[in-house]
């Protein structure tokens, strides 16, 4: 006779995994917009959202996925390419700073976990792509890394607030 087991998942967890798998999809697919003003807010909006339902350490896994899908599938320009590791530390700084502050004021947590990421990508973009690339190469290539990421970190952060709002999670 042949034996069955049965491998049960409880309630919590399965919860914290369809969250965890809607929110990768989320920013796993946002790069196929192939437009940064698109991608970057829903990205962002992943993150926020996944500090919020995730936890940190989920956020983080969420955060590095999409460069990488990017990179691997070749959505990201070549020129990109060497940023990409710095993208996924930004994203971590992100989750980071806005995990940490947004018990306190969700809008606090927000712009400055999006301020915050800006920094460190204005900072390593300049270095990293200067070290690179032409010089008039790398002043594109910086402003793509720079006021953008900014913005769509922001719009990523209202976007998140509307959704919790309207699920009145904040």
Avoid: H
Avoid at 40 to 60: H, T, Y
Avoid at 82 to 104: A, D, H, Q, W
Wanted: aromatic residues 8%; positive net charge; charged residues 10%.
């Amino acid at each position: 006779m042949t034996q069955v087991k049965i491998l049960t998942i409880k309630k919590d967890l399965a919860l914290v995994l369809i969250r965890f798998a809607l929110l990768l999809g989320i920013a796993t697919l946002a790069p196929f917009f192939g437009n940064q003003a698109i991608t970057g807010p829903i990205v962002n909006a992943a993150l926020f959202l996944s500090v919020v339902f995730l936890g940190p350490q989920g956020a983080i896994l969420v955060g590095l996925m999409p460069s990488l899908i990017a990179l691997s599938i070749g959505l990201l320009p070549a020129i990109l390419v060497p940023m990409v590791p710095f993208i996924m530390v930004g994203n971590t700084i992100s989750v980071l700073v806005f995990s940490y502050l947004r018990e306190k004021n969700y809008w606090l947590g927000a712009i400055s976990a999006s301020l915050l990421k800006f920094i460190f990508l204005a900072a390593a973009s300049s270095i990293v792509i200067d070290l690179l690339l032409k010089k008039e190469i790398a002043q594109k290539v910086a402003m793509m890394m720079i006021w953008p990421q900014f913005l769509t970190a922001l719009g990523g952060g209202l976007i998140a607030c509307l959704f919790l709002k309207s699920i009145k999670r904040i």
